[in-house]
């Protein structure tokens, strides 16, 4: 179905604290994220752009408003609920690559498809190496992650957030902490990816790595203060 390719946030606010130290990190936001779109979150540290995260990918709930992807209200959802839910539908990458230090890296990728169990486990390490040689770090599969590069490990954890085929890709401050041609490389990497069709929401600081995409939404004192897209909630 055709909503079902979108994420949908209608007048989602979220709130932190009470009394004088409650503070407001989203206002009334509506947007839509749609699969094929490549969206860059900008705005200064502390605007919100986080927390607009943290709305898209079920990791927090709203203080008020919906959040929808096809037939589900992810807001009336359980814990257990949202992590199947976000489980199946969104690849998460971080700006510290959160990859886990005593795995190796293959074993970094087959974690999160024996959580889901979608990927049968006859095809899971197959799935894993091929993931690992499109992103060009095959050669690390056996490694544990501190003998990778910032850049190599976060071509991983780019990996890592396919594995369970995902039709959203989210990545908070993903070229963050890396030099000029390794962020140029993974910014490359989620424009392919938007590409085949999945919808990436990338939060960056880099106006070059927000040039790239297709559609820039950025965020001031909570509010989405401009959108180069169509907002249609």
């Not at 540290?45 to 898209?56: A, H, V, Y």
């Not at 929808?68 to 700006?95: C, K, P, Y």
């Not at 297709?214 to 401009?226: F, K, N």
Request: include cysteine.
């Amino acid at each position: 179905m055709e909503n079902e390719n979108v994420i949908g946030l209608s007048q989602v606010s979220k709130t932190y604290g009470e009394g004088a130290n409650r503070i407001t990190a989203l206002r009334n936001a509506s947007v839509e994220f749609r699969r094929g779109e490549f969206t860059a979150v900008i705005g200064k540290s502390g605007s919100g752009k986080s927390t607009l995260l943290n709305m898209i990918s079920g990791i927090d709930r709203p203080t008020s408003g919906e959040i929808t992807h096809g037939d589900n209200l992810l807001h009336d959802m359980s814990e257990n609920e949202l992590a199947i839910w976000r489980g199946r539908n969104i690849g998460m990458v971080f700006q510290f690559f959160q990859l886990i230090p005593t795995l190796t890296v293959l074993e970094n990728l087959l974690l999160p498809m024996d959580f889901c169990g979608i990927v049968p486990s006859s095809l899971r390490r197959a799935k894993a190496e091929r993931l690992l040689n499109r992103t060009g770090v095959a050669r690390y599969a056996d490694s544990l992650p501190l003998f990778l590069s910032g850049g190599e490990q976060q071509r991983v954890a780019v990996a890592r957030s396919l594995v369970n085929d995902p039709a959203f890709v989210i990545a908070d401050e993903p070229t963050g902490n890396l030099d000029t041609q390794n962020a140029r490389c993974v910014t490359a990497l989620l424009r392919e990816l938007s590409a085949e069709g999945k919808s990436v929401v990338m939060v960056t600081h880099n106006q070059e790595m927000a040039d790239a995409a297709d559609r820039v939404l950025s965020i001031h004192d909570g509010e989405i203060a401009a959108d180069t897209g169509t907002v249609a909630v």
